[in-house]
């Protein structure tokens, strides 16, 4: 698939998207957390389709071990 079919977000879009600082969007890109951005006529985007993957981990991370409760005696 070409760079022109498909969708591209800013850094911008990704600070909307989930309320947060630039900074915090390059320390998630740089821990893992959100996908190496792509140079699309020479400026950094990211992959609507790789942001929407990582969502769902973020999503199913949050998640993990959520149904089991710690009792406290």
């Not at 609507?48 to 710690?70: C, K, L, N, W, Y």
């Amino acid at each position: 698939m070409t760079h022109q079919n498909k969708k591209y977000l800013t850094t911008a879009d990704l600070q909307a998207r989930f309320a947060i600082s630039e900074v915090t969007v390059w320390r998630w890109t740089r821990v893992g957390k959100l996908p190496r951005p792509r140079y699309v006529n020479g400026r950094k985007r990211w992959a609507a389709e790789e942001i929407i993957a990582a969502e769902e981990r973020m999503f199913d991370d949050s998640f993990v071990g959520a149904g089991a409760t710690a009792t406290q005696e």
